[in-house]
């Protein structure tokens, strides 16, 4: 078992010191947080041990998992890679890309892993249907969320709109050609709303909305393919996929044939791929566990994390 410790002890802090607790590929030996309080009040509450120090809770283990905010992965991240330990670092990696480079960089010199916590990827809808999209030539993905004054500190590009930026790139195997992009601050002092179309070199668009002031949650993505749609809710795990294939010359009565203005008839049937109930958070954090036991690259890595960094910084150029 490896052993874990975790920076941060917020609202996703404490549900990864649960889940690495739980898990059977890491020993938990505990936590770091700025605010000692905090700290105290999290270790009296659930047991897990408290450091009063970072740089004694990163000697103390072999993964360091930095749930932090944003503005101090950076410096947790370096201070982790510097005495040799793994990173499991929470998206946005940081909150630049230099930084995530300079990350990277760091990293490979010492030959250790690192993940990225974008844990979309590990959503069991998406797991069900991945491979169904194949080409996508058009996307669609809307991720809305009430008003939440945590996380406010950096726009909802980075906030919620990441996470779909993350999931295309995993999927669209071509270059961006272009980007534009609209954001309006409405509560925070950072864009509360946000719009972008994005365009690969090979045709594909995407057309990516993200607010964090809707009276409604909602997370979808659309994929539009040559004879394929496929619908992924994130939000309740749910997936959808209808396919068209050539009618058969003898249509059964129940058959749904389509024909279009040159007479070819196509049939629609729909698939539904099974859907494998998960914890997302723990399946990514003991994938990375496999990723360091076998010497093997992580199912996010830190370049994924730093290209949905990229593409994040440049919509946010355009406002």
């Not at 990864?16 to 605010?35: T, W």
């Not at 830190?302 to 994040?312: H, P, S």
């Amino acid at each position: 078992m490896l052993n874990a410790g975790v920076l941060g002890a917020g609202h996703l802090g404490k549900i990864h010191l649960r889940l690495l607790n739980q898990s059977e590929k890491y020993r938990l030996v505990g936590f770091y947080d700025a605010d000692k309080e905090n700290g105290k009040r999290v270790a009296q509450e659930f047991g897990y041990t408290f450091f009063d120090s970072i740089e004694a809770l990163i000697d103390a283990v072999d993964m360091v998992d930095i749930v932090t905010p944003t503005l101090s992965h950076f410096d947790c991240a370096k201070m982790a890679i510097a005495k040799g330990k793994h990173i499991f670092i929470e998206k946005p990696i940081t909150n630049t890309v230099e930084e995530a480079e300079e990350i990277r960089r760091m990293l490979a010199e010492h030959n250790l892993r690192g993940q990225v916590g974008h844990v979309e990827r590990f959503n069991p809808a998406f797991i069900a249907v991945k491979n169904d999209i194949k080409s996508p030539m058009f996307i669609e993905t809307h991720r809305l969320a009430e008003f939440n004054p945590r996380g406010t500190d950096v726009p909802v590009v980075l906030d919620l709109m990441i996470h779909d930026i993350d999931i295309i790139l995993s999927i669209v195997k071509s270059k961006i050609k272009h980007i534009s992009a609209s954001g309006v601050a409405v509560i925070s002092d950072t864009p509360d709303i946000a719009n972008a179309r994005i365009e690969f070199e090979n045709g594909c668009v995407a057309n990516l909305t993200a607010s964090r002031i809707s009276l409604k949650k909602m997370r979808k993505a659309r994929f539009f393919q040559k004879d394929a749609y496929i619908s992924v809710d994130f939000l309740t795990k749910k997936c959808e996929v209808v396919k068209m294939k050539d009618a058969p010359e003898q249509p059964d009565d129940f058959d749904m044939i389509l024909q279009n203005a040159e007479g070819v008839k196509k049939q629609i049937y729909f698939d539904n791929p099974k859907i494998v109930e998960i914890n997302s958070i723990l399946e990514e954090l003991e994938t990375f566990a496999d990723a360091i036991n076998n010497n093997t690259t992580p199912v996010v890595t830190l370049r994924d994390g730093t290209e949905a960094l990229r593409v994040a910084t440049q919509i946010i150029d355009c406002f």
